[in-house]
């Protein structure tokens, strides 16, 4: 029979292990997939060469994490009893990729943090709403205006 050792040493795989070797996928995919975009020169990159940076830097902390995941908990060992939540926010997110092109940027961060501030994390209201309208007026006039990056604005101009 085999016990663990005085130091709690268990053999299995670790929660940070097992995340750092998803990055480290997600990173390759990434990476895969941003090969059909010209990556351009340091002076002049083109429309692949920041995600290719983000993919590299990505794959470099998963690593990172999976290598320096010893003292995580076993994965085995985790207690799920915040999956319900997360799997609510990922549908909302999904939701929000799907409704994004048809009602706008505004519109969708709108409805998104209001959903997530207000019905899953339960703050009050007048604050959840302020920094809704905010947050989705203030990004989009940071990404369509001073960076120029086109955002969908939907039927009304929102």
């Known amino acids: 029979m085999s016990e663990p050792s005085a130091t709690g040493a268990q053999g299995g795989l670790r929660s940070d292990q097992i995340s750092g070797v998803v990055f480290v996928l997600i990173a390759l995919l990434t990476a895969w997939e941003n090969r059909s975009y010209p990556l351009g020169s340091l002076s002049e990159p083109g429309p692949g060469y920041m995600p290719l940076l983000l ?25 799920w009893t915040e999956s319900k939540r997360g799997i609510v926010l990922l549908i909302a997110c999904g939701v929000g990729v799907f409704v994004l092109e048809r009602i706008g ?6 409805a998104l943090l209001v959903f997530m501030l207000g019905v ?3 703050k009050r209201p007048l604050p ?6 905010g947050f989705a007026f203030i990004s989009y006039f940071v990404f369509a205006t001073m960076l120029k990056v086109q ?8």
């Open 120 to 122: 899953v994390e339960r």
């Open 105 to 110: 940027y505004r519109l969708t961060m709108i």
């Open 55 to 79: 993919a590299i830097a990505l794959g470099a902390f998963g690593l990172l994490v999976a290598l320096r995941g010893s003292a995580s908990p076993l994965f085995n060992t985790i207690d």
């Open 128 to 133: 959840t709403v302020l920094v809704s309208v």
């Open 151 to 158: 955002l969908p604005q939907g039927p009304w101009g929102l």
